[in-house]
């Protein structure tokens, strides 16, 4: 995609990022934490035309973000939808905003972050995770909704000719490295690492235009950019 003029830039703040052109852009986590700094950064960067969604359950913050990117950006439709990923109802919204969202959606390129995570209860050993409700309910939200989430994106944007699809999944040490109690967040983070991977190497050569990320700890921010570029 083209860059185009980066929007005005206060004194001492730097040069303007350049800008993209219109992207869908889909970021969940976005209420607070890593994901609200990047809707951030992320939003001067989408051209004119551009649609933001942002996804996360708490409703309040994700308003507040929204009106604080659509007053920096007239021409970028920033959209929320307040929903708990990890159950089904909460999937069926979010999906349901996608197929809403993305098929007429004016885009160069789309742009999806799998952002959203959590810890689960690091208290617990190994040996306490015996409940199969909170084991699922974990693996509910960290990895069926990435999977869903994404598929349903991928589906709803559709094959377009010369249009890039790049999927972010920001990851983690904890992917490749086992921690002492981290059984949940650990198993979590391999098992969406190996699900984007397939998507990547399977699906890369039947979805023309599908680009990789994953961010992991340490290294997140130069991978964004080198995925989202
Ligand atoms: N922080 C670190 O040091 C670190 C290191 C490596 C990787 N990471 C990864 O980076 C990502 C962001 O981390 P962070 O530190 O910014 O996390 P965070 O501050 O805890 O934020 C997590 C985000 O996910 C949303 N979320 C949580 N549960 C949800 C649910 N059931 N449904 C929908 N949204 C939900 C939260 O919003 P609501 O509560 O409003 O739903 C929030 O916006 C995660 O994938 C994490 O694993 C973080």
Same mark, same amino acid.
């Given at each position: 995609?083209?860059?185009?003029?980066?929007?005005?830039?206060?004194?001492?703040?730097?040069?303007?990022?350049?800008?993209?052109?219109?992207?869908?852009?889909?970021?969940?986590?976005?209420?607070?934490?890593?994901?609200?700094?990047?809707?951030?950064?992320?939003?001067?960067?989408?051209?004119?035309?551009?649609?933001?969604?942002?996804?996360?359950?708490?409703?309040?913050?994700?308003?507040?973000?929204?009106?604080? =990117? #659509? /007053?920096?950006?007239? +021409? &970028? *439709?920033?959209?929320?939808? !307040? $929903?708990?990923?990890?159950?089904?109802?909460? =999937? #069926? /919204?979010?999906?349901? +905003? &996608? *197929?809403?969202?993305?098929? !007429? $959606?004016?885009?160069?390129?789309?742009?999806?972050?799998?952002?959203?995570?959590?810890?689960?209860?690091?208290?617990?050993?190994?040996?306490?995770?015996?409940?199969?409700?909170?084991?699922?309910?974990?693996?509910?939200?960290?990895?069926?909704?990435?999977?869903?989430?994404?598929?349903?994106?991928?589906?709803?944007?559709?094959?377009?000719?010369?249009?890039?699809?790049?999927?972010?999944?920001?990851?983690?040490?904890?992917?490749?490295?086992?921690?002492?109690?981290?059984?949940?967040?650990?198993?979590?983070?391999?098992?969406?690492?190996?699900?984007?991977?397939?998507?990547?190497?399977?699906?890369?050569?039947?979805?023309?235009?599908?680009?990789?990320?994953?961010?992991?700890?340490?290294?997140?921010?130069?991978?964004?950019?080198?995925?989202?570029?």
């Amino acid at each position: 995609m083209e860059p185009g003029p980066g929007p005005e830039h206060g004194p001492g703040l730097g040069p303007a990022p350049p800008r993209w052109g219109p992207v869908a852009c889909v970021l969940t986590g976005a209420s607070r934490g890593f994901g609200r700094s990047l809707a951030r950064l992320l939003a001067p960067r989408l051209g004119d035309g551009s649609v933001l969604l942002l996804l996360a359950r708490s409703a309040a913050p994700l308003a507040e973000l929204a009106a604080e =990117l #659509r /007053r920096g950006a007239a +021409a &970028l *439709r920033v959209e929320c939808v !307040a $929903a708990d990923l990890g159950t089904d109802e909460g =999937l #069926r /919204r979010a999906t349901r +905003a &996608l *197929r809403e969202l993305l098929p !007429a $959606a004016p885009a160069a390129r789309l742009l999806l972050i799998n952002n959203a995570g959590s810890l689960g209860d690091v208290s617990k050993s190994f040996v306490d995770l015996s409940d199969p409700d909170e084991v699922n309910s974990y693996f509910a939200f960290n990895v069926t909704s990435a999977l869903c989430l994404t598929s349903a994106a991928l589906k709803a944007f559709g094959q377009r000719p010369g249009v890039g699809r790049t999927v972010v999944n920001v990851s983690s040490l904890c992917a490749v490295k086992p921690f002492k109690n981290w059984a949940l967040y650990c198993g979590g983070k391999a098992s969406r690492d190996m699900m984007f991977q397939v998507l990547w190497t399977r699906t890369c050569s039947s979805w023309p235009g599908l680009k990789p990320g994953t961010p992991r700890c340490g290294s997140t921010s130069r991978a964004f950019r080198r995925a989202g570029s």
